[in-house]
Each structure stands twice: as structure tokens, then as C-alpha cells.
Nanobody
Framework: QVQVVESGGGLVQAGDSLRLSCVAP????????VGWFRQAPGKEREFVSA????????VYADSVKGRFTISKDNDKKTVYLQMNSLKPEDTARYYC????????????????????WGQGTQVTVSS
């Protein structure tokens, strides 16, 4: 079974930065599109960002556009989410998900498209 492990979360102040990592060592990572989602207490899981299987295309939620950057390193089987200018409303548990994608350049916003999920990493931003 493919394991997905997120790391890099923590408690920071508003305006600070964090870099989340998502590692999937046993996966067919190079053939996988990857997405980041987040869920705050009492709220629905929401899309944050996604990258295509070849790493060439990215997409962001409007709420994080210009502040977050997703990147994919197929050699290291790792996806990064660089989060800058963090806001209290970014506080949530962040999840990484993989989807074996036939299409090399497509990104996926819908969580139902993804079939392998990590356990998440907590990000807390204080004001």
C-alpha cells in the first residue's frame, strides 16, 4: 500500500512562512498528480493547490494565490508547498493526496479525484 507522509507544519505568527513536504516513497510518483487540501475544525475540506504529474502545471485556490507555491520533485518523490505571508485563516490541517494520472499536464481540484491520502500536518497561524 502506498504511504503518503506530510511534514513541515507548526505554530507560526501571521506573516511568517512555512514549507510543507509530501513524500510518497513507495508510489508511482512520476505518474501521479498531487494536490494539497486543508480542513479547519468545523469546516469542509477545501482545495489549496495542485500540480500535474510532470510538475509543469500548477493551480491554486484564490485564497492562497500569490502567497503559496507548489512544486514537484519526481526524483525525490516529494511535493512541496511553500507558504508565505501566512494568515490566521490559513490555520487548518493540511493533507497531501495523489492521483495516478494518464494526462501529464492536468491538475485536479476535486478531492474525489484522488485515491491516496496522507494523515495531514497541522498548521496554526496566530494573529
Amino acid at each position: 500500500q502506498v504511504q503518503v507522509v506530510e511534514s513541515g507544519g507548526g505554530l507560526v505568527q501571521a506573516g511568517d512562512s512555512l514549507r510543507l513536504s509530501c513524500v510518497a516513497p513507495g508510489s508511482n510518483f512520476g505518474a501521479s498528480a498531487v494536490g494539497w487540501f486543508r480542513q479547519a475544525p468545523g469546516k469542509e475540506r477545501e482545495f489549496v493547490s495542485a500540480v500535474s504529474r510532470n510538475g509543469g502545471n500548477t493551480v491554486y485556490a484564490d485564497s492562497v494565490k500569490g502567497r503559496f507555491t507548489i512544486s514537484k520533485d519526481n526524483d525525490k518523490k516529494t511535493v512541496y508547498l511553500q507558504m508565505n505571508s501566512l494568515k490566521p485563516e490559513d490555520t487548518a490541517r493540511y493533507y497531501c493526496a495523489l492521483f495516478l494520472s494518464f494526462y501529464v499536464g492536468l491538475t485536479y481540484r476535486n478531492p474525489d479525484d484522488y485515491d491516496t491520502w496522507g494523515q495531514g500536518t497541522q498548521v496554526t497561524v496566530s494573529s
